[in-house]
């Protein structure tokens, strides 16, 4: 069965710190899709990113990284030079990768609440 | 901006009565998802169909819910009699079968927020 853990249940940070966000998943899948969903308080969820299984490199986009370990079955997020806007529920996520690709179902972790605070 | 509808944003109802949440998918979208999310158990999901056909509903109690696409532009949710511990947000999400350049990601409504007294 799949499983994602997101072991820090909330963070508070100041402004222009750095934060990052960990993300450990379980799953039998040899081929898997790895997803962050960001949920500001407005409450609709908002896709960050989506990382195939074969794919290990770290991707940058803008202050937004991610760090794909598949020897630690771990996918973690990192936030540099956090802004009050960042303040958000950020979920960690994974789906089977199926041939053709597509959405298929998603398994989310519980959720890190992020506060940013000016 | 394509989005995926969903109605009532909120509703407060009692226990017993019937509950139908709606979902309108982004146009060409041919997977939809219903996800329950609650401060307990977090994302969970209840069904999803690919093409109008149910692919899993494993998630949804099938004494109380139940999940239809009358048709392509249109998704339901029904809980039938709702019980307090229903209340919870509801989300719709779409998606499609790969296309060059998709990114594969699912789309969320907005969310219907459910209480049932």
């Known amino acids: 069965a799949q499983k994602v853990t997101q072991a820090q249940t909330e963070i508070s940070v100041v402004e222009k710190e750095d934060v990052t966000l960990d993300c450990v998943y379980e799953?039998?899948?040899?081929?898997?899709?790895l997803f962050w969903y960001k949920q500001p308080p407005s409450g609709e969820l908002v896709f960050l990113i989506r990382r195939n299984s074969f794919d290990e490199q770290n991707e940058i986009s803008g202050r937004y990284s991610w760090n794909f370990q598949k020897s630690t079955s771990s996918f973690n997020f990192t936030i540099t030079a956090s802004q009050v806007v960042d303040s958000a529920v950020y979920f960690c996520a994974l789906s089977e990768a199926v041939w053709g690709g597509g959405s298929e179902k998603l398994v989310f972790g519980k959720g890190m609440k992020l506060t940013v605070n000016p | 901006d394509a989005r995926v509808t969903q109605t009532p944003r909120h509703k407060v109802t009692e226990m017993g009565q019937e509950v139908t949440m709606r979902c309108q998918p982004i146009l060409g979208h041919n997977t939809v998802f219903w996800y329950r999310q609650t401060m307990m158990q977090g994302l969970e999901l209840l069904a999803y169909f690919r093409n109008r056909a149910p692919l899993d509903d494993s998630g949804m109690p099938k004494d109380r819910f139940s999940a239809e696409m009358p048709d392509a532009t249109l998704a339901t949710l029904k809980i039938q009699p709702s019980e307090p511990r229903d209340s919870a947000v509801y989300f719709c999400?779409?998606?499609?079968?790969?296309?060059?350049?998709?990114?594969?990601?699912?789309?969320f409504g907005e969310g219907s927020r459910l209480t049932v007294l």
């Open positions: 999400a779409s998606g499609r079968s790969k296309r060059e350049g998709d990114t594969g990601e699912l789309f």
């Open positions: 799953t039998r899948d040899t081929t898997y899709y």
